[in-house]
Protein backbone atom coordinates (compact mmCIF):
# COMPACT_ATOMS: atom_id res chain seq x y z
CA UNK A 1 0.00 0.00 0.00
CA UNK A 2 1.65 3.52 -1.01
CA UNK A 3 0.66 7.29 -0.61
CA UNK A 4 1.98 9.84 -2.37
CA UNK A 5 1.46 13.40 -1.94
CA UNK A 6 3.62 15.16 -4.38
CA UNK A 7 4.30 18.68 -6.01
CA UNK A 8 5.32 17.01 -9.31
CA UNK A 9 2.91 16.15 -12.38
CA UNK A 10 2.48 12.01 -12.59
CA UNK A 11 1.98 9.92 -15.58
CA UNK A 12 -1.22 7.89 -15.32
CA UNK A 13 -0.21 5.45 -17.80
CA UNK A 14 3.38 4.75 -16.02
CA UNK A 15 1.65 4.70 -12.67
CA UNK A 16 -0.94 1.94 -13.68
CA UNK A 17 1.31 0.15 -15.91
CA UNK A 18 3.96 -0.08 -12.53
CA UNK A 19 0.98 -0.77 -10.37
CA UNK A 20 -0.22 -3.82 -12.55
CA UNK A 21 3.09 -5.64 -13.05
CA UNK A 22 3.20 -5.57 -9.31
CA UNK A 23 -0.11 -7.53 -9.10
CA UNK A 24 0.92 -11.35 -9.38
CA UNK A 25 -2.11 -12.60 -7.25
CA UNK A 26 -4.68 -10.17 -8.00
CA UNK A 27 -7.72 -10.74 -10.41
CA UNK A 28 -8.81 -6.87 -10.79
CA UNK A 29 -7.23 -3.94 -10.82
CA UNK A 30 -9.11 -0.05 -10.72
CA UNK A 31 -7.43 3.01 -11.08
CA UNK A 32 -9.12 6.25 -11.22
CA UNK A 33 -7.80 9.37 -12.07
CA UNK A 34 -9.32 12.98 -11.11
CA UNK A 35 -8.09 16.12 -13.20
CA UNK A 36 -8.64 19.71 -12.21
CA UNK A 37 -11.91 21.05 -14.00
CA UNK A 38 -12.40 24.62 -15.10
CA UNK A 39 -14.89 26.93 -13.60
CA UNK A 40 -18.02 26.90 -15.37
CA UNK A 41 -17.49 28.98 -19.03
CA UNK A 42 -13.76 28.46 -18.45
CA UNK A 43 -11.34 30.61 -17.24
CA UNK A 44 -9.58 29.16 -14.39
CA UNK A 45 -6.48 30.00 -14.29
CA UNK A 46 -5.25 27.51 -11.87
CA UNK A 47 -5.96 25.53 -8.66
CA UNK A 48 -3.81 26.00 -5.53
CA UNK A 49 -3.77 23.15 -3.11
CA UNK A 50 -2.62 23.17 0.22
CA UNK A 51 -2.08 20.78 2.96
CA UNK A 52 -0.10 20.31 5.80
CA UNK A 53 3.25 17.70 5.10
CA UNK A 54 2.95 14.24 7.63
CA UNK A 55 -0.71 15.27 8.66
CA UNK A 56 -1.95 14.48 5.37
CA UNK A 57 -0.18 11.39 4.77
CA UNK A 58 -1.10 10.24 7.86
CA UNK A 59 -4.38 10.87 7.32
CA UNK A 60 -4.51 9.29 3.90
CA UNK A 61 -2.57 5.91 4.58
CA UNK A 62 -5.14 5.54 7.53
CA UNK A 63 -8.09 5.58 5.36
CA UNK A 64 -6.14 3.24 3.03
CA UNK A 65 -5.92 1.13 5.91
CA UNK A 66 -10.02 1.01 6.52
CA UNK A 67 -10.30 0.26 2.98
CA UNK A 68 -7.73 -2.85 2.96
CA UNK A 69 -9.43 -4.14 6.62
CA UNK A 70 -13.29 -3.66 4.88
CA UNK A 71 -12.63 -5.08 0.93
CA UNK A 72 -10.02 -7.91 0.20
CA UNK A 73 -7.19 -5.70 -1.33
CA UNK A 74 -3.81 -7.06 -2.37
CA UNK A 75 -2.47 -3.68 -2.82
CA UNK A 76 -3.39 0.13 -2.96
CA UNK A 77 -1.89 3.34 -4.76
CA UNK A 78 -3.19 7.00 -3.86
CA UNK A 79 -0.98 9.43 -5.41
CA UNK A 80 -2.42 13.28 -4.26
CA UNK A 81 -0.61 16.39 -6.19
CA UNK A 82 -0.44 19.93 -4.49
CA UNK A 83 0.73 23.43 -5.42
CA UNK A 84 -0.45 25.58 -8.65
CA UNK A 85 -2.06 22.95 -10.92
CA UNK A 86 -3.83 24.11 -14.65
CA UNK A 87 -7.48 22.72 -15.72
CA UNK A 88 -6.78 19.37 -17.42
CA UNK A 89 -4.22 18.35 -15.35
CA UNK A 90 -4.20 15.18 -13.02
CA UNK A 91 -4.46 16.43 -9.20
CA UNK A 92 -5.01 12.37 -8.40
CA UNK A 93 -4.88 9.21 -8.57
CA UNK A 94 -6.19 5.66 -6.80
CA UNK A 95 -5.54 2.27 -7.86
CA UNK A 96 -6.93 -0.64 -6.02
CA UNK A 97 -6.20 -4.22 -6.87
CA UNK A 98 -7.77 -7.34 -5.67
CA UNK A 99 -8.35 -10.59 -6.29
CA UNK A 100 -11.80 -9.83 -7.63
CA UNK A 101 -13.50 -6.83 -9.13
CA UNK A 102 -16.15 -5.78 -6.85
CA UNK A 103 -13.40 -5.45 -3.90
CA UNK A 104 -11.19 -3.36 -6.16
CA UNK A 105 -14.13 -1.03 -7.48
CA UNK A 106 -15.77 -0.51 -3.66
CA UNK A 107 -12.50 0.48 -2.31
CA UNK A 108 -11.52 2.60 -5.08
CA UNK A 109 -14.88 4.45 -4.89
CA UNK A 110 -14.84 4.56 -1.11
CA UNK A 111 -11.09 6.09 -1.10
CA UNK A 112 -12.20 8.54 -3.63
CA UNK A 113 -14.94 9.81 -1.72
CA UNK A 114 -12.76 10.41 1.02
CA UNK A 115 -9.95 12.09 -0.77
CA UNK A 116 -13.08 14.28 -2.36
CA UNK A 117 -14.29 15.38 0.96
CA UNK A 118 -12.14 14.18 3.98
CA UNK A 119 -8.63 14.89 3.01
CA UNK A 120 -6.92 17.35 4.89
CA UNK A 121 -6.07 19.43 1.52
CA UNK A 122 -7.14 22.93 1.00
CA UNK A 123 -8.48 24.38 -3.07
CA UNK A 124 -8.09 27.83 -4.09
CA UNK A 125 -9.20 28.42 -7.56
CA UNK A 126 -7.46 31.69 -9.22
CA UNK A 127 -9.65 32.85 -12.29
CA UNK A 128 -11.23 36.17 -14.08
CA UNK A 129 -12.76 37.02 -10.67
CA UNK A 130 -9.77 37.02 -8.54
CA UNK A 131 -9.58 33.97 -5.80
CA UNK A 132 -11.92 31.77 -4.13
CA UNK A 133 -11.41 28.90 -1.77
CA UNK A 134 -13.30 25.63 -2.44
CA UNK A 135 -16.53 25.13 -0.13
CA UNK A 136 -17.49 21.61 0.81
CA UNK A 137 -20.58 20.40 -1.31
CA UNK A 138 -23.56 18.55 -0.23
CA UNK A 139 -23.28 15.76 -3.07
CA UNK A 140 -19.95 15.09 -1.92
CA UNK A 141 -20.91 14.84 2.21
CA UNK A 142 -23.89 12.80 0.97
CA UNK A 143 -21.46 10.56 -1.17
CA UNK A 144 -19.60 9.53 2.08
CA UNK A 145 -22.46 8.94 4.13
CA UNK A 146 -22.61 5.64 2.03
CA UNK A 147 -19.53 4.23 3.60
Known amino acids: MQVRVQAEPFDTGAETGAFVARQSGAGAVVTFTGIVRDLPGGGLSRMEIEHYPGMTERAI ?3 VDQAAARWALSDALVIHRFG ?3 PAEPI ?5 AAP ?3 DAFMAADFLM ?3 KSRAPFWKKEIGPDGAEW ?3 K ?3 ENALNRW
Open 113 to 115: DYL
Open 61 to 63: GEI
Open 84 to 86: PLR
Open 92 to 96: MMVAT
Open 134 to 136: VAA
Open 138 to 140: DSD
Open 100 to 102: HRA
